[in-house]
C-alpha cells in the first residue's frame, strides 16, 4: 500500500504524521518513507535519529519528480511525505499512491485552505482527513467535521491531540506513546 501525506498548507503536521505513520506501520509489515519535500524535514527526522543511536524502524528516501514517476511497490507499505506548495510533487504523488492522507488542524483557517487539497486529491484516489493538533477545549473540532461531512468528506474518526511531546518529536523514534496515530493507522488499515 502506498499512502499519500498531503496538504497544500503547511504547519499541519505533514511530516510528523509521516513518521507517525511509518513508526505504526512497522508493527504490520516492511515500511519505507518517501521524503518528497525539498525541505527535507523527514530525512532531517532520521538522519538526527541515526546520529543519535537510535535510527528508525524503517529507511527514509530522497525523492524527486522522476523517481516518483518511476516508483514501484518495494515494501508492504510506503509513506510520502510531501511538501505544502508543490502542486507538480503532489499531483504526482497522489497518482501512484493508493490512499491520500490529509492532515490538518480542525481551525478555520486550516480548514478553509484543506478545501483546494480535497479538490484535487478526491478526484483521483480515496482520500481522508485525519484531524492533527487537536485542542480538546476548543469547538474547533466539532465544526471542522460537521462541516467536512456535510460535503461528503472522508474522515478518520480517530483525531490526533495537541501534544508537546509530538510538536517536539523531531528527531526521536516514536513510541511507546503514539499520540492517536495507532489508532487512526489501525482504520487506515481496515479501509484497505
Not at 491520500?100 to 478545501?115: E, G, K, L, N, Y
Request: aromatic share 6%; proline share 7%.
Amino acid at each position: 500500500m502506498i499512502i499519500a501525506t498531503i496538504n497544500t498548507k503547511g504547519g499541519v503536521a505533514k511530516t510528523t504524521t509521516t513518521i507517525y505513520t511509518g513508526a505504526c506501520l512497522a508493527e504490520y509489515g516492511s515500511v519505507r518513507v518517501l521524503d518528497a519535500d525539498p525541505q527535507g524535514s523527514a530525512t532531517d527526522w532520521a538522519e538526527r535519529c541515526n546520529e543519535d543511536g537510535s535510527p528508525l524502524p524503517f529507511p527514509v528516501e530522497i525523492v524527486n519528480r522522476n523517481t516518483l514517476k518511476r516508483l514501484t511497490a518495494s515494501t508492504d507499505y510506503t509513506v510520502i511525505d510531501t511538501p505544502p506548495g508543490d502542486p507538480t510533487l503532489i499531483d504526482l504523488a497522489l497518482r501512484v499512491a493508493d490512499v491520500a492522507v490529509v492532515p490538518t488542524s480542525p481551525s478555520p483557517v486550516d480548514v478553509a485552505r484543506v478545501w483546494e487539497t480535497l479538490e484535487v486529491a478526491t478526484t483521483i484516489l480515496p482520500t481522508y482527513v485525519l484531524f492533527t493538533l487537536v485542542d480538546r477545549r476548543a469547538n474547533d473540532l466539532r465544526d471542522a467535521r460537521a462541516a467536512l461531512i456535510s460535503e461528503g468528506v472522508g474522515l478518520f474518526d480517530s483525531d490526533i491531540p495537541y501534544r508537546k511531546a509530538v510538536r517536539n518529536a523531531l528527531g526521536t523514534v516514536p513510541g511507546p506513546r503514539m499520540h492517536n496515530y495507532d489508532a487512526y493507522v489501525r482504520e487506515l488499515l481496515e479501509v484497505f
